[in-house]
C-alpha cells in the first residue's frame, strides 16, 4: 500500500482491493496484467466509491504496470472518477433527444436546488453530487434523470425536485 496512515476503513477496502485482485491471479509475467485492468478499476471504484491517486497507485504496483498507464486509462474513461461523490449521485442527460426535450432546465434546476455545479465536488453533506451525461441510450424517455443508476424518465424540473427530496428523507 502506499500510504502508512490509513484508516481501518481505508485498510479494510485495501484489503477487499486486495483480495478481488488475488483471486485474478496476475503475475508480473501474465499477459492479462492489462487486460484485466478496467475490471479492477471498475472494482476498485465501487470499494472506494472513487479512484484517488493512492488507489490508482495500489492498483499499478499489484498489477505491474506503470502508474502513468493506469492513470492514462483513469483519466480516458469518463465513467472513472478521482474525486469524491455523493451518497446519490444525480446524472441529468443531455443527449440531443433530452436536450430537445428540457434537459437543460432540469440539470439548472437540480443544480440550484443542491446549490453545486454539475461535474464538481458533492454537497457540503455528502448525500449528492450531480454529473452531465451526454447519452444514456434512454431516448424514449426523454428527458433523463437518473440516481445511482435508477432511470426516471419525462422528468421536468419541478418532478426533480420532488425525487431529490424524496432521497434526503432517505439521508
Known amino acids: 500500500m502506499c500510504c502508512n496512515k490509513l484508516s481501518e476503513d481505508a485498510a479494510k477496502k485495501f484489503a477487499e482491493l486486495d483480495a478481488f485482485i488475488d483471486g485474478l491471479a496476475i503475475d508480473r509475467n501474465d499477459e492479462r496484467r492489462r487486460g484485466v485492468l478496467i475490471q479492477v478499476l ?22 505491474y504496470l506503470p502508474e502513468a498507464a493506469v492513470s492514462g486509462v483513469v483519466s480516458f474513461y469518463n ?16 443527449g440531443t433527444a433530452c436536450y430537445v426535450k428540457g434537459a437543460e432546465g432540469v440539470l439548472n434546476e437540480v443544480e440550484r436546488v443542491l446549490g453545486i455545479k454539475a461535474d464538481t465536488a458533492p454537497t457540503a453533506d455528502g448525500l449528492f453530487s ?21 432511470v426516471y424518465g419525462k422528468v421536468t424540473p419541478a418532478k426533480a425536485v420532488e425525487i431529490i427530496n424524496e432521497y434526503k428523507k432517505l439521508g
Open 130 to 150: 450531480v454529473s452531465a451525461l451526454r447519452c444514456v441510450g434512454a431516448c424514449g424517455l426523454a428527458p433523463v434523470m437518473m440516481v445511482n443508476g435508477k
Open 79 to 94: 465513467y472513472f472518477s478521482t474525486e469524491p461523490k455523493g451518497k446519490y449521485c444525480i446524472s441529468i442527460c443531455l
Open 42 to 63: 471498475h472494482r476498485s471504484q465501487q470499494i472506494f466509491g472513487y479512484l484517488p491517486c493512492e488507489v490508482i497507485s495500489h492498483v499499478a504496483k499489484r498489477l
